[in-house]
Each structure stands twice: as C-alpha cells, then as structure tokens.
C-alpha cells in the first residue's frame, strides 16, 4: 500500500460510518449501499485479474454462485455454521479456480476467457438442474440470516459487515500489488519474455492472482446468500459474468479503485433508470456506450484527466 | 418412433441449428480476423435480422424475396454505423475497452428492439408450405431445407468474395498482418468497417432463415452469440471454413444430447466438448498453435 492510498481509504471509511445515517434506516437505500459492496467485492478482485495479470474472466458469476450456494445448501441442509459453510465455498471456489487457471494461463491468447465462459455456463445448468440441492430454477429460500452473539445482523448492522469486508479486502488487495506477487505480475506486464528470463515464473503468479479473485467472488456471494436469503440460478448467469467486467472496465482498469467505483455506478445506474421502463434498457446501453466513448480508460482516469492531473496511476490497462 | 427415425429426426434438427451457428462463428471470424475484437453484438444482429424480416414481410406486406434483400441491407447498414460510430473514432483504445464497447452495443440494440418492437416473441411464416415431409418415419419441416440451402448460398458466396475478389482478398491480407497491408496500399481502416458490414449481413441472414421455426425476441441474441462464439473458438478463431464446421459440430452435438440425454443439459453438452478438445488441441480444430501464438486475444 502506497502513501497516496491512505487519504482516499480513511475518506472511505468514514463515508461507510455515515453514509446509512444519510438515508435514516431506509431499507432501499440500505440494501442498495450492501449489493454496492458486493458487487465491489468481485470487480476488486477481477480488476487485480484484468489489471495485473491481463486475463479476462467470463465466469464469475459461478464463483459468486458457488460461494452464494454454498453457504446456502450447507446452511439449510446440513445446518452448517455459517462461517464454516463460508470458508467450505472459499476453498471448493479456490480449488476450481486453480483447476480451471492451471491449464489455461499457461497459454497465451484467449483460452482463460473461453474457458471460463464455458465452465461458468457448465455451472449455471447445473445450478438450475440439481434440483434436490439447489432448489432448481425456482430457486432456494429461507436461508437464515446472520447473528454475531445472539445479535441479528440486518439492516445498518448488515451494511457495516459487507463494507468491512470491502475495505479490508481493498486494504489486502493494494498490499498484494505492492508485493512480491504485484510486483512479479508487473514485471511480467511489461514483457513476459523478459519477466521469464529473470527467472519470474508468470503463469504461476497469474494462476495466483485467478485463485484470489475467485475467492472474492466467492466471499461476496457468501455475503449476497445471507443477506437475501433466497438465491436462484438467475443471478449466477454468463450475463452477470460480463455486467461485472463491465464495471471494471467503466470504472478503470488501471487501479483497484476504478473497479469499486465502476460496481458503485453501475448498481446505481438501474435503478435510477428503472422509472424510464420501456426506455431503461436502451438508456442503460446508450450511457454505457456514452462512456466507454469519452472515457475509453474508465471513469477515474476520465475524471483525473478533466482535473489534469495525468500519469502517476498503477499500470498501463492490458 | 424408432431409434433410427429419432436418429434422423435430431441429425435435422442438428443441422438447422447448426447454419445458424456457423453463420454466427462466421460473423465473429470475419470481425475478429479484422480487428482482433469479439464482438458481443454478434447475436444481436441475428435478432434483428429475424425482426427487420417480420418488419418487412408481416407488416409492409413485401414479397418474400424483397424483404429478405430489404434485411439484409438494413442490418448490414446498422452494422456499418456501429464500426463509423462506436469503434471507428476509439483508435487507441485497449482491446478490452472495445470488446466492452460492443458489448454496450449489444445491450442498446436489445433497447431499441425492445422499445420498436416489444417484448412478445413474433412468429413469420415458412417460406414455403407449412406442411413438413416425412422421412424414414421422422418429420421434417420444409423450412430446414431452405435454411440449409441459404447457408450454403451464403458461405459459397462468402467464400468466393475472399477468394475471388480484390476487396476479400485485401480483408485476408489485413487479418495476416494489417501493418504489411497497409504497407502495400491497402486502407486497413475501411477494412474494418467491411468487416463489420458484412458480419452484420451474415447475422441477418441468419436471423430472417430461423424466424419461422424458432420466432424471435428481443432478447434472443446473447444466447445465440454466445453459441456462435463457441462454435468460432472450436474451429480456431480465425478460421472460416473451422467455424462453420465447428458450427455444425455443436448444432448436432446439441440436439443429439438434448434428444438423447436430457434436454437440461442441452447446453453443457456443446460446451464441455468446447472444453475438452481445447484442452487437447488449444488452437481448435482448425487453428494452427504457431498461429495462436501470435493471437492478441
């Protein structure tokens, strides 16, 4: 972590403090600040893939998907402690993500996205078609709530544990790139050839940071199952997978933090459109095109080059 | 019906599938062989393909034939605006940016078919004859075998445009290097925009062949891109003739595994093949691995 980054994290953190004062218990306002967080939870993670290791991930979505039904088939059927049906969703997503990255980052070219195109649609079907366990298309309810010491966890109380997680795992995710591993990846972002010649091995460091951002996936789909408490297969979808890339992309590959202000605006923008209804989904792509247009390198480089102030962010974007 | 029948029955139903998969794979070659970029947009030309034909023929009561020339003109301008409009004024823009971009596009084509045309799927006539033909006890609907014979119109005529005409032979020559084609004189920009034009015709063909069998939504087009892309990647993503054959690989394979196995699963099927052949021949079928190193993405 750089000096640069302590201002912007206390801001943050200070906003996460006071923000649900702002919208005084409105459970909207709530809800929409937690799936803000989950939602930054995955682009954080992708964005350290994309930014760093200059991969693209089309199956997300699954990850998130298994964290979210892990938690909530252990939790229901097996009445699993909902830590430990946490960390089993981490580790079965770690375990995939290092099967899946393990072969296909040793490639150049575009296999990481097609193969995880493929595995996330593969996992997908079998969210819809393993009925007795996943409840199927119609979906699976009453997964319980969190307590922490016999406290309900909902409402501001669930808000502040969700933006806990998003800062600690913003904290972790700027000391990665300032490490061993960052810098490794760095190196191998200028040229692999010579990466490899000074005796970095890339395709372990990328399999490394796959693992980690799967298990940010993972971790916010935790979080969505027992906020929500009723998950269908629909919010695991391919369609899921490229809105999160999205919102890297908008917000900025260059920097993590482009990525959690890509998820805040794109959560925002749906449901600020959602009154235009037959007009949403044609003002949803307009803006989005309007953007990537006049701001090709996202949103936080656009803005820092209306305020002049260039160069001096992270990495150059893949 | 027998197994025999039923064999017959899903090897047609296959092959439907699979012109209109080949032709997706075609659209996204032609535009990944131009610029390196996937275009996620890909399925939604089909889709409007298939709602410009119902445009045309249902509702200015064209004949059969004008309103097919009519789409295909329609889409392949569409396709036109979007490279002038969205790709062409981002000239250092990574390629993720612009695979983004087409992806913005995708979702403002979706909003304006759904705005112009609603959200109820439309149904269009077989071009001829609505009663189907039996054979060894399977039934066959007529309109297959025009999709079939259109898609072979398409793809020879597509194939003779790369490998007769000066103007495909330059596409070629940009997809190999576009710095040497620029060096001999070739615009590689106007190229580009070709591409984009005539992958967009590709799509509204496609669209207007499955109309009557399938109909057509607003929202058909991820799907059917995201079986196109497939279908690309298995014939190794560069290559014409590989992903119309890879087209046609995962049509049959689908409609086999749904008729054989569990529809359910219809969809795994098709992709789990993707995946273990790209494990045992990274490049595809038809994809060399000298060549994929060279790929951008």
């Given at each position: 972590m750089r000096k640069s980054d302590y201002y912007p994290i206390l801001l943050m953190a200070l906003a996460v403090i006071l923000f649900p004062l702002l919208g005084g218990g409105n459970g909207?306002?709530?809800?929409?600040?937690?799936?803000?967080?989950?939602?930054?939870?995955?682009?954080?993670?992708?964005?350290?893939?994309?930014?760093?290791?200059?991969?693209?991930?089309?199956?997300?979505?699954?990850?998130?998907?298994?964290?979210?039904?892990?938690?909530?088939?252990?939790?229901?059927?097996?009445?699993?402690?909902?830590?430990?049906?946490?960390?089993?969703?981490?580790?079965?997503?770690?375990?995939?993500?290092?099967?899946?990255?393990?072969?296909?980052?040793?490639?150049?070219?575009?296999?990481?996205?097609?193969?995880?195109?493929?595995f996330g649609e593969i996992l997908f079907i079998f969210f819809n078609e393993l009925s007795p366990l996943t409840g199927g298309p119609s979906g699976l309810s009453g997964i319980p709530p969190l307590t922490f010491f016999g406290h309900l966890l909902e409402g501001t109380a669930y808000l502040y544990l969700v933006w806990g997680f998003v800062i600690f795992l913003l904290l972790f995710s700027l000391n990665v790139i300032n490490s061993r591993v960052g810098r490794a990846l760095r190196a191998v972002h200028g040229s692999e050839l010579a990466a490899n010649a000074m005796g970095v091995d890339a395709s372990r460091y990328k399999v490394q940071v796959f693992v980690l951002s799967a298990i940010y996936a993972s971790m916010a789909g935790?979080?969505?199952?027992?906020?929500?408490?009723?998950?269908?297969?629909?919010?695991?979808?391919?369609?899921?997978?490229?809105?999160?890339?999205?919102?890297?992309?908008?917000?900025?590959?260059e920097t993590i933090w482009g990525a959690l202000l890509g998820a805040t605006v794109l959560t925002l923008l749906p449901e600020y459109l959602r009154g235009l209804e037959d007009f949403e989904v044609l003002a949803y792509g307009a803006i989005l095109m309007g953007v990537l247009l006049f701001m090709p390198r996202g949103i936080l480089q656009g803005i820092r080059g209306l305020l002049g102030k260039r160069g001096e962010v992270g990495v150059p974007s893949p | 019906m027998t197994l025999a029948s039923q064999l017959i029955q899903y090897l047609f139903t296959g092959l439907t599938l699979g012109s209109i998969y080949a032709l997706v794979a075609l659209g996204f070659t032609m535009i990944y062989n131009a610029t390196g970029i996937i275009n996620l947009a890909q399925g939604e030309f089909v889709m409007l393909g298939g709602l410009i034909m119902v445009f045309c023929t249902m509702i200015l009561k064209l004949p059969l034939f004008l309103g097919f020339v009519l789409t295909i003109i329609g889409v392949t301008l569409v396709g036109i605006l979007f490279e002038r409009l969205a790709i062409h004024p981002l000239k250092n823009a990574s390629l993720i940016t612009l695979?983004?971009?087409?992806?913005?596009?995708?979702?403002?084509?979706?909003?304006?078919?759904?705005?112009?045309?609603?959200?109820?799927?439309?149904?269009?006539?077989?071009?001829?004859?609505?009663?189907?033909?039996?054979?060894?006890?399977?039934?066959?609907?007529?309109?297959?075998?025009?999709?079939?014979?259109?898609?072979?119109?398409?793809?020879?005529?597509?194939?003779?445009?790369?490998?007769?005409?000066?103007?495909?032979?330059?596409?070629?020559?940009c997809a190999f290097n576009p710095l040497a084609a620029g060096l001999v004189g070739i615009n590689v920009r106007r190229m580009v925009l070709f591409s984009f034009g005539l992958s967009a015709g590709v799509g509204a063909i496609a669209g207007a062949i499955i109309t009557p069998i399938t109909l057509m939504e607003y929202d058909r087009g991820p799907l059917l891109g995201l079986k196109g892309f497939a279908a690309a990647v298995l014939g190794g993503l560069g290559s014409g003739v590989g992903s119309i054959v890879a087209g046609f690989i995962i049509?049959?394979?689908?409609?086999?595994?749904?008729?054989?196995?569990?529809?359910?699963?219809?969809?795994?099927?098709?992709?789990?093949?993707?995946?273990?052949?790209?494990w045992v021949k990274p490049s595809g079928l038809f994809g060399s691995a000298e060549e994929s190193e060279l790929k951008k993405f």
């Amino acid at each position: 972590m750089r000096k640069s980054d302590y201002y912007p994290i206390l801001l943050m953190a200070l906003a996460v403090i006071l923000f649900p004062l702002l919208g005084g218990g409105n459970g909207y306002f709530i809800s929409l600040l937690v799936f803000m967080g989950i939602n930054g939870i995955i682009s954080m993670g992708l964005s350290l893939l994309m930014g760093y290791a200059g991969q693209i991930s089309l199956g997300h979505a699954a990850f998130y998907g298994i964290g979210a039904y892990s938690s909530g088939i252990l939790t229901t059927k097996y009445s699993f402690h909902p830590v430990g049906a946490f960390f089993i969703g981490i580790l079965f997503s770690a375990l995939i993500a290092f099967l899946v990255g393990k072969p296909t980052l040793r490639l150049k070219g575009h296999y990481m996205a097609v193969a995880t195109l493929g595995f996330g649609e593969i996992l997908f079907i079998f969210f819809n078609e393993l009925s007795p366990l996943t409840g199927g298309p119609s979906g699976l309810s009453g997964i319980p709530p969190l307590t922490f010491f016999g406290h309900l966890l909902e409402g501001t109380a669930y808000l502040y544990l969700v933006w806990g997680f998003v800062i600690f795992l913003l904290l972790f995710s700027l000391n990665v790139i300032n490490s061993r591993v960052g810098r490794a990846l760095r190196a191998v972002h200028g040229s692999e050839l010579a990466a490899n010649a000074m005796g970095v091995d890339a395709s372990r460091y990328k399999v490394q940071v796959f693992v980690l951002s799967a298990i940010y996936a993972s971790m916010a789909g935790s979080l969505y199952a027992h906020f929500v408490t009723f998950i269908s297969p629909s919010s695991f979808s391919l369609m899921f997978s490229i809105l999160l890339l999205m919102m890297v992309v908008v917000g900025g590959t260059e920097t993590i933090w482009g990525a959690l202000l890509g998820a805040t605006v794109l959560t925002l923008l749906p449901e600020y459109l959602r009154g235009l209804e037959d007009f949403e989904v044609l003002a949803y792509g307009a803006i989005l095109m309007g953007v990537l247009l006049f701001m090709p390198r996202g949103i936080l480089q656009g803005i820092r080059g209306l305020l002049g102030k260039r160069g001096e962010v992270g990495v150059p974007s893949p | 019906m027998t197994l025999a029948s039923q064999l017959i029955q899903y090897l047609f139903t296959g092959l439907t599938l699979g012109s209109i998969y080949a032709l997706v794979a075609l659209g996204f070659t032609m535009i990944y062989n131009a610029t390196g970029i996937i275009n996620l947009a890909q399925g939604e030309f089909v889709m409007l393909g298939g709602l410009i034909m119902v445009f045309c023929t249902m509702i200015l009561k064209l004949p059969l034939f004008l309103g097919f020339v009519l789409t295909i003109i329609g889409v392949t301008l569409v396709g036109i605006l979007f490279e002038r409009l969205a790709i062409h004024p981002l000239k250092n823009a990574s390629l993720i940016t612009l695979i983004m971009i087409t992806l913005a596009g995708s979702i403002l084509f979706r909003g304006v078919a759904m705005f112009l045309w609603g959200k109820d799927p439309y149904a269009l006539p077989p071009f001829s004859g609505s009663r189907p033909v039996h054979f060894l006890g399977a039934t066959i609907q007529l309109q297959i075998f025009w999709i079939l014979a259109i898609t072979l119109l398409a793809v020879l005529g597509i194939g003779f445009f790369f490998n007769r005409t000066l103007a495909g032979k330059a596409m070629i020559a940009c997809a190999f290097n576009p710095l040497a084609a620029g060096l001999v004189g070739i615009n590689v920009r106007r190229m580009v925009l070709f591409s984009f034009g005539l992958s967009a015709g590709v799509g509204a063909i496609a669209g207007a062949i499955i109309t009557p069998i399938t109909l057509m939504e607003y929202d058909r087009g991820p799907l059917l891109g995201l079986k196109g892309f497939a279908a690309a990647v298995l014939g190794g993503l560069g290559s014409g003739v590989g992903s119309i054959v890879a087209g046609f690989i995962i049509g049959i394979l689908e409609s086999m595994g749904a008729g054989l196995i569990s529809s359910g699963y219809k969809d795994a099927i098709a992709l789990v093949v993707l995946l273990l052949i790209l494990w045992v021949k990274p490049s595809g079928l038809f994809g060399s691995a000298e060549e994929s190193e060279l790929k951008k993405f």
